[in-house]
Every structure is written in structure tokens, then in C-alpha cells.
């Protein structure tokens, strides 16, 4: 099986893994500027946009994992957001050869709150899984609300984030359902500290689902993360501070 990519643009390679719920549309208002500085490719993750009819099966981390990182540039910088970061995580343990660099927006290597660890609360994913199976466009409609909240600009945030989206083929039911529990099962705390290359994480202040209260936790896990914090942004910088975001990242990968 392999899944569509879509390349643009000129410089060293980046790859974009977009969020649960969504496709690679979320991308487009960065990517004409991305495009002067790198090669830009998006790859929807399996079930969803353009890989809507491409489901590994069972669905699990490792299998998408290995389903993306097949088609990889190499080397490459590896961009992952929300649950895409989590897959690009993995994706920098079992094919290290091919990440120079990992950059993580708003993503982190567990999602559920546990002990010590900031995070959501699992009940919060286990009731979107049964609204899924009552109204899937409401129940996707209502955690873009989610990972908007608290950005000054969240109403702006959703009409764009809609918008990007609805170019691309709704995404399959069956992995709406997967990626929710791939978002509540995984933990990748104890292997994370084993990723090779520099990792950066893009944090949003008003992050409800990946509280900046992690930033501390997540120093620890890796001795060469950095963590940049947007102080405007929830758990979409790109969207509510595109500028800031690509200057952010070329920074990054530049540097």
C-alpha cells in the first residue's frame, strides 16, 4: 500500500503530517511561503484527504508509522502536528536514517494526563469515539472547536481551518475512530528519550490539549529539545500566527 504525497517548492526537504480529524489542507496558508525555502511535501495519514481509502489493518501507531515512513524523503525534516507529531515521533525511532530533524507542533509523546503529567483527560477522548458512531461531521466539527479555544482569533481560526479542509475527500469513519485511539492508548514517554536527531516542539500558550505546563516534562525527556512557546496561539500556531510560524521554523531548521 502506499499513500499519496504532494511536493512542492525548492530547498531542503520538509514534511508536514497534519492533525486527527483533518487532512493536509490545514497546511495551505504556510505553504507558498514555505515553498521559497524548502521542499515542501504533505502526506495525509491513512484514512484521511487524499489517503481517505488507504487504511493499514489493525491501525496501529506502528503500522501508519511504517506506512509513512516508507515514502520519505531522505533525509528529511519530519513536521508533525497533534496527533501527526506523535506518528512523526515514532516514525524517528524505527527509521532514524532518513530525520535530520524533528519539529513537533503541539504534540507530545503522551496525550493523556497521568500522575505528573499534564495532558487530557481520557474520558474527554473516549466520549468524541462514541459521538463518532451518533454524528461524525458534528463530533469532528466540535474538537476543531477545541483546538481552537482560547485564541483570540478562534472564530477566524475554524472558518480557515474549514475552509483548507473541505478541498480534500472527508476522511474515513473507521479512522476517525483509530486516530482517537491512538491519541488516547499511545505512550512513547519511555522510548523518546532515543530519538537521534535535534527535536524542537511549537507549543501554543492556550493549549487546552497539550498544556504548556508540559514544557517542563517534556525538557526532561530529551536533553536536545527545544521548546518555542507561542503566546497568541491554542493548539494551531500555523493558523493563528502563520507569520511568526514560518519565520519560527526556518528559524529552526536554519540554525
Known amino acids: 500500500m502506499?499513500?499519496?504525497?504532494?511536493?512542492?517548492?525548492?530547498?531542503?526537504?520538509?514534511?508536514l503530517l497534519h492533525g486527527w480529524g483533518l487532512n493536509s489542507g490545514v497546511w495551505q496558508s504556510c505553504i507558498t511561503q514555505l515553498?521559497?525555502?524548502?521542499?515542501?511535501?504533505?502526506?495525509d495519514l491513512p484514512?484521511?484527504?487524499?489517503?481517505?481509502?488507504?487504511?493499514?489493518?489493525?491501525?496501529?501507531?506502528?503500522?501508519?508509522?511504517?506506512?509513512?515512513?516508507?515514502?520519505?524523503?531522505?533525509?528529511?525534516i519530519l513536521l508533525g502536528w497533534s496527533l501527526g507529531g506523535l506518528l512523526a515521533q515514532k516514525i524517528a525511532l524505527i527509521a532514524a536514517q532518513k530525520?535530520?530533524?524533528?519539529?513537533?507542533?503541539?504534540?507530545s509523546p503522551r496525550f493523556i494526563a497521568d500522575g505528573n503529567w499534564?495532558?487530557?483527560?481520557?474520558?474527554?477522548?473516549?466520549?468524541?469515539?462514541?459521538?463518532?458512531?451518533?454524528?461524525?461531521?458534528?463530533?469532528?466539527?466540535?474538537?476543531?472547536?477545541?483546538?481552537?479555544?482560547?485564541?483570540?482569533t478562534a472564530k477566524q481560526d475554524i472558518k480557515v481551518i474549514k475552509e483548507q479542509m473541505d478541498h480534500y475527500p472527508a476522511a474515513n469513519p473507521l479512522a476517525l475512530s483509530a486516530g482517537l485511539q491512538l491519541l488516547e492508548d499511545s505512550d512513547l514517554r519511555s522510548e523518546f528519550a532515543n530519538i537521534q536527531c535535534p527535536v524542537d516542539?511549537?507549543?501554543?500558550?492556550?493549549?487546552?490539549?497539550?498544556?504548556?505546563?508540559?514544557?517542563?516534562?517534556?525538557?526532561?525527556?530529551?536533553?536536545?529539545?527545544?521548546?518555542?512557546v507561542f503566546d497568541n496561539s491554542s493548539h494551531a500556531p500555523f493558523i493563528s500566527e502563520p507569520q511568526r510560524f514560518i519565520e519560527v521554523l526556518t528559524n529552526i531548521v536554519w540554525n
Do not use: W
Not at 530525520?99 to 504534540?107: A, E, G, N, P, T
Open 2 to 15: 502506499n499513500l499519496i504525497s504532494t511536493t512542492s517548492g525548492q530547498g531542503p526537504q520538509l514534511v
Open 99 to 107: 530525520i535530520k530533524h524533528l519539529v513537533l507542533v503541539s504534540s
Open 35 to 43: 515553498n521559497t525555502s524548502f521542499t515542501v511535501t504533505t502526506i
Open 118 to 152: 499534564p495532558g487530557v483527560q481520557s474520558n474527554v477522548l473516549s466520549n468524541f469515539n462514541a459521538q463518532l458512531e451518533l454524528n461524525l461531521a458534528a463530533t469532528v466539527n466540535r474538537f476543531m472547536a477545541i483546538q481552537a479555544m482560547g485564541s483570540p
Open 201 to 228: 516542539f511549537i507549543l501554543g500558550r492556550l493549549d487546552s490539549l497539550v498544556p504548556l505546563k508540559l514544557q517542563e516534562n517534556l525538557s526532561a525527556l530529551h536533553h536536545k529539545a527545544n521548546i518555542t
Open 47 to 76: 484514512g484521511f484527504g487524499l489517503n481517505h481509502q488507504k487504511l493499514p489493518a489493525p491501525y496501529t501507531l506502528e503500522a501508519v508509522a511504517e506506512l509513512i515512513s516508507e515514502i520519505l524523503p531522505n533525509p528529511c
